[in-house]
C-alpha cells in the first residue's frame, strides 16, 4: 500500500542506528508501492545530512551516495503541498500543536487518504487525532 514517508522514517534507512525492523519493512515495500512526500522533503533531508555531519555522524563526501540511494526509490514529491502551507497546513499545525514541517506531512496523508509512516510520536498523535487510523507502520 502506498504511504506518506516522513524524513524521520527516511533518516532511519541512512542511520543504522535509528533502523528498526519496521522501518526496514517499509523500506523493502517500496519494490512494490511508492512513498509520497510533501515539498519539503528534500530541503528537511538536507537538513538532516548537514547536522549530522556537524556532529561527525556521516562526512560530507557521503552526501552523495546517500542522495542517490534515496533519488532510487520510488519516493514522489507533491508539488502541491508548498500551495498548502498557508491553509490547510499551518491550520492542522495550530490545531494539533505541530511544527509546519511536521503539519505538511499531515496535511499530505489526509489529503491523499495514504497511511502516515512516522517515528515522530507527537506527528503519530497528530495523525491519529485528526482521524487517522493508526498506520502501525514504523
Do not use: N
Not at 519539503?40 to 556537524?54: D, F
Not at 533519488?71 to 495550530?94: F, K, M, Q
Not at 512516522?118 to 487510523?133: C, E, F, K, S
Request: glycine fraction near 4%; aromatic fraction near 6%.
Amino acid at each position: 500500500m502506498p504511504f506518506v514517508l516522513d524524513c524521520s522514517v527516511a533518516m532511519a534507512w541512512v542511520f543504522p542506528d535509528e533502523a528498526t525492523e519496521a522501518t526496514a519493512r517499509l523500506r523493502d515495500s517500496l519494490i512494490d508501492d511508492r512513498a509520497f512526500v510533501p515539498s519539503l522533503w528534500p530541503v528537511e533531508i538536507g537538513s538532516v545530512l548537514l547536522a549530522a555531519t556537524k556532529r561527525g555522524r556521516i562526512r560530507a563526501d557521503e552526501w552523495p551516495a546517500v542522495c542517490a540511494s534515496l533519488e532510487a526509490l520510488p519516493i514522489d514529491i507533491d508539488p502541491v503541498s508548498a500551495s498548502r502551507v498557508w491553509g490547510p497546513a499551518l491550520d492542522l499545525a495550530s490545531e494539533h500543536g505541530l511544527s509546519i514541517y511536521d503539519a505538511m506531512y499531515l496535511e499530505l496523508a489526509l489529503r491523499m487518504r495514504l497511511p502516515l509512516a512516522t517515528l515522530d510520536q507527537a506527528l503519530a498523535a497528530a495523525a491519529q487525532a485528526a482521524g487517522m487510523d493508526a498506520p502501525g507502520r514504523a
